[in-house]
């Protein structure tokens, strides 16, 4: 087809506004799904997505659409909103030469639509703002028009205003697509390069890779190399996705859709890469995309159903089609091999641990999430660690850096006290502040990331009322006076319940965690000591009183000393039994750590 009637988009927007709905308007619109076929939130093909209600994987879709007689080919890629899947965004839109930006039109602007719109424009895309949910009794569309007009500049009177449930403005909208987004830009005729944004596995037909065709084109049989590696493959199938899977037999230049070429290794596809032709290939690969920066870290163990090979098999093939996902292998003494895994966000490790146990069917042992540290020894050189059983000896260490985030909160300005409250409580340093309108306002604060990852947006949303909203992106990591926490269990410390936190907050942190592990472990037969302790100092104790036998229930008289004898042969067992027992120590104690407040 030629380009000029080709149009690549995304849908853009902050979490619930509305972006999947729309995406399903498009397709009943289009014709690409019929009235009995359709259900809500097609794209969203994993149980996970239609259970929680939002969208995890980025998904793309080919449809015709004719306007004035004329057949444009519109290429959709229906992103994520959460902040945690942000990096799903980045790669959507650089398939794309224009963007919806959808916005709430009760709930107004919010935190991922400025960073979505800002993330749109870098990329140089055009954006087609959309006001929707017009339908809904707490509608206010045109004060939603002037927040959006005061965010990307373009006058309150070119947002569409449209409902995705009832499909008004949608004729509008897909007018705006044709007539506002640029074609593709690419030569047909120069060098093949396709771009491989996703990627996926299948069992009989080994990786399936999704390109957006740059320049040149790919047909069914070609010898293509990807130019990363320098594999050279046969291309057996090519398809687009309309929304089921669509065989066709060439793609050209500006086209979105997979390729199937027998490709066996998960090692061998990289996100990013760029496919050429191996008979004329090009000189130059395409820009790709930047590595993803991991902003928490915990520890997958296999569970007591699974096996080691097991549980990594399912990583590397979850890898593929999560290229944000990172893991190298471990060892610990209490819980044997395993892997620490990297991810964006809090909600992104909930959604990896789950489908690893859905889609693979592994069981697996989770420690407590950390986010990475840097340490500067005396020698000068920097280490970068994601938990604190990794940090070297402290008389070795000239300075511990913590990762420190820029935070953007939208929150009602009658909740502008509560929040500074929070943020001080959180160690934040106080930035700016933009009125968005007469109610809303943006707080600019820094934080170290370890304050917000594990329940701030939690208390953001209850001081509130649930109308606040975030963004965070990393600046940097800057010094601090941090220390390690150790927490020893029966005398022996244990490397997965270590903690790295502020010298200021270590005591009541500890005492908090050894409080919450004496109720989640179990008694024993033997006393067991839970201490805190930073080197050397122990700052915090207590002690889970071991089972008890009543020896003396036989003795019902007689002289004293009898009674004493046996409860000093009791003793002497317990104490022969505390030097060789082990203590057990279940997987909700390890997420215990995460449930101490700072209230």
Avoid: W
Avoid at 164 to 174: P, S
Avoid at 478 to 503: E, G, M, T, W, Y
């Amino acid at each position: 087809m030629d380009q000029k009637y080709i149009r690549n988009f995304s849908i853009i927007a902050h979490i619930d506004h509305g972006k999947s709905t729309l995406a399903d308007r498009v397709l009943l619109l289009t014709g690409a799904i019929s009235t009995r076929d359709f259900r809500d939130q097609v794209l969203d093909s994993m149980d996970l997505e239609r259970e929680r209600g939002i969208t995890i994987k980025a998904s793309a879709v080919s449809v015709d659409y004719e306007l004035d007689g004329v057949k444009y080919l519109l290429n959709l890629i229906d992103t994520p909103g959460h902040v945690d899947f942000h990096y799903e965004v980045s790669r959507a839109l650089k398939a794309c030469e224009g963007a919806l930006l959808v916005v709430d039109a009760g709930q107004g602007v919010e935190a991922q639509t400025v960073a979505n719109a800002h993330l749109a424009k870098a990329n140089g895309l055009t954006l087609v703002p959309i006001v929707n949910k017009i339908d809904l009794p707490a509608a206010r569309p045109e004060d939603t028009a002037m927040e959006i007009e005061k965010l990307i500049h373009r006058p309150a009177e070119d947002c569409i205003f449209a409902s995705a449930k009832t499909g008004q403005g949608i004729q509008e909208m897909m007018r705006a697509i044709v007539e506002q987004l640029p074609p593709p830009a690419g030569d047909p005729t120069a060098p093949t390069r396709a771009l491989i944004f996703d990627s996926t596995y299948d069992d009989y037909r080994g990786v399936i890779v999704y390109i957006r065709v740059v320049d040149g084109k790919i047909s069914v049989g070609d010898k293509i190399r990807t130019m990363g590696t320098g594999d050279v493959y046969n291309v057996g199938e090519l398809g687009k996705f309309r929304p089921a899977a669509t065989h066709v037999s060439v793609l050209t230049a500006g086209e979105v859709g997979y390729l199937v070429a027998n490709i066996r290794s998960i090692a061998a596809v990289h996100v990013g890469d760029t496919i050429t032709h191996a008979a004329a290939p090009a000189t130059e690969a395409l820009a790709g995309y930047r590595p993803p920066q991991q902003m928490v870290f915990c520890d997958f163990y296999p569970g007591p159903e699974t096996q080691f090979p097991e549980l990594r098999d399912a990583l590397s093939k979850l890898q593929l089609n999560d290229a944000a996902l990172t893991f190298v292998p471990i060892s610990s003494e209490a819980l044997g091999f395993g892997f620490r895994c990297g991810f964006l966000g809090m909600l992104h490790m909930e959604i990896v641990q789950e489908r690893l146990e859905r889609e693979h069917g592994v069981d697996v042992v989770q420690t407590a999430p950390t986010v990475p540290y840097q340490v500067q020894l005396r020698d000068q050189s920097v280490h970068e660690v994601d938990s604190a059983g990794d940090l070297p000896d402290p008389s070795h260490i000239e300075e511990i850096r913590e990762p420190v985030v820029r935070v953007d909160l939208i929150v009602p300005s009658d909740a502008i006290g509560a929040v500074m409250q929070l943020a001080e409580d959180r160690r934040a340093t106080y930035k700016s502040t933009e009125y968005l309108s007469a109610d809303r306002v943006i707080l600019a604060y820094t934080f170290p990331l370890a304050e917000i990852i594990y329940d701030f947006y939690d208390k953001l949303k209850s001081c509130t009322r649930g109308y606040g909203t975030m963004d965070y992106e990393l600046l940097g990591f800057f010094p601090d006076d941090l220390v390690k926490l150790d927490i020893l269990v029966n005398s022996q410390r244990v490397d997965a319940l270590a903690v790295i936190c502020h010298r200021t907050k270590a005591d009541a942190r500890g005492r908090k965690i050894i409080g919450r592990l004496r109720k989640e472990i179990d008694r024993h037969l033997f006393e067991i000591p839970l201490q805190a302790a930073i080197g050397g100092k122990i700052i915090a104790r207590e002690s889970i009183k071991p089972m008890r036998t009543n020896v003396l229930a036989k003795c019902y008289g007689g002289d004293v000393t009898r009674k004493r004898k046996l409860l000093e042969k009791q003793k002497a067992g317990k104490r022969r039994m505390k030097m060789v027992g082990n203590v057990e120590i279940p997987q909700k104690a390890f997420m215990a750590i995460l449930e101490v407040d700072d209230d």
